[in-house]
């Protein structure tokens, strides 16, 4: 069964740092992994698609490595602004769905 | 409108009541999805559809019954629900029921079971 950990489960750091967000896989044979962005009481809003071929997804100041060998992924945020301030969640395939992991509650204050 | 509505946005129903939500497409998808997201707690699919047949039930409870009569339209009715089922439902499509396509999310419906 595919289990997915994300690490810390919040965050909270000044406008204009760089920060690292981490997600873990237990099991390590995918060949994707999604990156998604939640604000309070919304829906979900893709924000990478990271194939294993890949290994990395930029997009803006969003950088997103994958590395299936250790079970790991990294979503890297450059210059962080109050308006990143949201939960992020990683899905990692299994079968033909995606298991989702319990997500990073992040806050930029200004 | 583009991308996956939903509605109605919020819900507070009875015990007793009978109600449903309704989840549409616009991106010519031909899967879509129901997900339960209570407090504190991942992500929890319910249901999937591809081309219109259902594919999954992740051993939800019968008070729960999904309609997918065409690949735009899901509706997810409810019955006599507990309290426990407070929760934020999201609908997602994708192309097709493969996590080798993107899932697209809906704003979701905060529902209250009172």
């Known amino acids: 069964k595919q289990e997915v950990t994300q690490i810390p489960a919040a965050l909270s750091v000044p406008e204009g740092e760089n920060l690292v967000l981490n997600c873990s896989f237990t099991?390590?044979?995918?060949?994707?992994l999604q990156w998604f962005r939640q604000d309070p009481g919304k829906g979900l809003t893709s924000l990478l698609l990271?194939?294993?071929?890949?290994r990395e997804q930029t997009s803006g100041r969003l950088n997103a490595s994958l590395d299936k060998s250790s079970g790991r992924s990294t979503l890297y945020i450059a210059a962080s602004q109050p308006g990143d301030s949201a939960t992020y969640l990683c899905?990692?395939?299994?079968?033909?769905?995606?298991?989702f992991g319990p997500g990073t509650r992040l806050s930029v204050l200004p | 409108e583009t991308g996956v509505t939903q509605t109605p946005r919020h819900l507070v129903m009875g015990m007793t009541n009978k109600k449903s939500l309704k989840c549409e497409q616009h991106l010519g998808h031909n899967a879509m999805y129901w997900y339960k997201q209570s407090a504190k707690k991942p992500l929890e699919l319910m249901f999937v559809?591809?081309?219109?047949?259902?594919?999954e039930n992740n051993s939800v409870p019968s008070r729960f019954s999904p309609e997918c009569p065409n690949s735009s339209h899901l509706f997810l009715h409810l019955h006599t629900l507990q309290p426990e089922d407070s929760a934020l439902y999201l609908c997602a499509s994708s192309q097709e029921q493969s996590p080798s396509y993107e899932q697209y999310f809906g704003p979701g419906t905060r529902l209250t079971v009172t």
């Open positions: 899905a990692v395939p299994y079968g033909q769905n995606f298991v």
């Open positions: 559809y591809n081309f219109k047949e259902q594919t």
């Open positions: 990271i194939q294993s071929s890949q």
């Open positions: 099991d390590s044979a995918i060949y994707n």
